[in-house]
């Protein structure tokens, strides 16, 4: 009980000693559009093409340590909503296949990123944002129809998905200061999918021997508070 004590005095006052003005807790919101590239491989003689966007919403906590007053580290832990469509189309003897596929997918995302301020009145910075983001996916299903008819073919079927992402991100927006301690931001974001999410060797869909990565570009919402 004696160690226990002596450590949590110590742990109080490492804390205390670290310069409080370094840290800055924060909570995001970032409504979204996203969208998917869909390529077939070379021996695929089925045609996919993106169908446009879809709206989607991320939110969580994040944690920011600043270096100096124009640079800070920043880690999210980001629940998101997001999605994409593309379209199937091929010829199977005499049968033509035209299909549209609604995908819906909740990520965890994990951005990492460097923030640089630029001060540009006494209440005003302009922030740029640099980074990277590595991702769990949490659940995937997606709604099958045909296009020609809109007959709908399986509805919140199981995505044959890869269960893990990775994003580029790059940025830019504003930094208000409400108060010394608080301060508000808002910038739009555009996150960069590197690897493939479609997992041929699990899929029992008509999809067959294609890559999708996904894009996403959000409107990022936060409000900070320095301790």
């Known amino acids: 009980m004696k160690k226990f004590t002596i450590a949590v005095v110590l742990l109080i006052f490492t804390i205390s000693s670290v310069d409080a003005q370094k840290f800055a807790f924060g909570t995001r919101i970032a409504p979204m559009i996203s969208w998917s590239k869909v390529t077939p491989y070379e021996d695929n003689t089925t045609s996919y093409s993106n169908d446009g966007v879809r709206g989607g919403i991320a939110l969580g906590p994040s944690m920011q340590y600043n270096f100096s007053e124009k640079f800070g580290l920043e880690v999210g832990f980001l629940f998101s909503w997001q999605g994409n469509k593309f379209n199937q189309t091929a010829t199977l003897g005499v049968i033509d296949i035209d299909l549209n596929y609604k995908v819906k997918r909740q990520y965890l995302h994990i951005p990492v990123t460097v923030n640089g301020n630029i001060p540009i009145i006494d209440l005003l910075d302009v922030v740029m944002t640099f980074g990277a983001m590595p991702s769990v996916q949490l659940s995937g299903k997606c709604d099958i ?83």
């Open 145 to 227: 129809t045909e296009n020609k008819t809109g007959k709908e073919i399986k509805l919140d079927h199981k995505v044959p998905s890869i269960p893990v992402n990775f994003y580029l991100i790059a940025g830019a927006g504003a930094l208000i200061h409400l108060t010394d301690d608080v301060g508000l931001s808002a910038g739009i974001k555009y996150n960069h999918g590197l690897i493939d999410a479609w997992d041929d060797d699990q899929s029992n869909l008509f999809v067959k021997k294609m890559t999708e990565k996904h894009h996403f570009v959000a409107l990022d919402l936060g409000l900070y508070i320095k301790f």
